[in-house]
């Protein structure tokens, strides 16, 4: 190989003539060896960073400790050591911080973000296998919902961009190539319309896609409720505002998006009577008029179907939740 590219460079700095000339046939299999050359080369250099990556990511992730000692390692490289700041600078920068980011529900934030981090290393690295994937995305915000008490106060950093993370640029994944690909785990519009759904719109996954929808439902109003406690003092137990509007609004769009769905996919008489009972139940719904003509129309064969997998569109940022203020550094 060291032999062709001498013979390459003599090639390609041979002096230029005043006219254009075209590649000959061994110029192109020269060039062809090449471009082989240094894609198996930057292929074996990237997998090298993904693993070094990946070792540490899952030593992290072990304690909410040693997520927190990372993240102040990624920190100090990433805006002191890279920027040519001094050691005191980065001392500084952590008694200001501290009580920001050296709090029990940062740390166990910073846990479930690597965790994450991990998840789309994975995807990035072996895309055909992203339809097995969902799975352990919809297990992943499982485990964040349970911690959801411990994570009060920090659960926004769930909401950025994993690859934004100090995490992922002191690693050098964070140009990492992925594509619909949801890159933060309470993004649950981009979890469910880029990942998980897609791939479950089939007859024979008809039963998993239901339960898909359903829990998609369950995880957004628990996000909701856990994460906007009602206001104290009105002298019974009631919602909080962003909870009453789920209950109201988004609930019953999420309901009849789910009947659509599986009509399409192919449980046209069961999502038929189900949305029928829910235009009854719904009679006064924002959405009525919108609902009863996509009905109409469904029934007349005149929407198309939702897209399965390999053709959605790339997942958005979505709501999903209740607003939180910034708890990021």
């Not at 001498?6 to 020269?30: C, G, I, N, R, W």
Request: with cysteine.
């Amino acid at each position: 190989m060291k032999t062709t590219f001498l013979f390459l460079l003599a090639l390609l700095t041979l002096p230029v003539s005043s006219e254009p000339e075209k590649l000959s046939a061994l110029d192109v299999q020269l060039l062809l060896d090449k471009i082989k050359e240094l894609r198996e080369g930057s292929q074996k250099r990237i997998g090298a960073r993904y693993t070094t990556a990946h070792s540490a990511f899952r030593a992290a992730i072990q304690s909410d400790a040693a997520a927190h000692a990372l993240f102040l390692n990624c920190t100090e490289k990433v805006q002191f050591e890279d920027r040519q700041k001094s050691s005191s600078e980065f001392r500084d920068w952590k008694r200001r911080h501290k009580d920001r980011t050296d709090t029990p529900p940062f740390r166990r934030a910073l846990r479930h973000q690597l965790n994450w981090l991990l998840l789309t290393l994975q995807a990035a690295s072996d895309p055909k296998e992203r339809d097995k994937i969902w799975s352990k995305a919809l297990d992943h915000i499982d485990t964040i919902l349970k911690d959801a008490k411990d994570l009060e106060g920090s659960q926004q950093l769930l909401r950025q961009n994993v690859l934004d993370s100090v995490f992922a640029e002191a690693y050098s994944v964070d140009n990492i190539d992925i594509t619909d690909w949801p890159t933060s785990p309470l993004n649950l519009d981009a979890v469910y319309e880029g990942l998980v759904l897609p791939s479950l719109r089939q007859v024979k996954t008809l039963g998993q896609l239901e339960q898909a929808w359903e829990r998609r439902i369950l995880h957004e109003g628990t996000m909701i409720e856990i994460w906007n406690k009602p206001k104290k003092g009105l002298g019974r137990s009631e919602h909080s505002a962003p909870m009453e509007k789920f209950l109201e609004v988004r609930r019953p769009q999420l309901q009849w998006q789910k009947e659509l769905d599986l009509f399409y996919v192919g449980d046209q008489k069961g999502a038929s009577l189900r949305m029928l009972k829910h235009l009854e139940t719904h009679p006064s719904h924002r959405d009525i008029a919108t609902w009863i003509a996509e009905f109409q129309a469904a029934v007349k064969g005149q929407i198309a179907p939702p897209p399965p997998a390999g053709e959605s569109k790339a997942p958005g940022e979505g709501a999903g939740s209740g607003e939180e203020p910034g708890n990021a550094p």
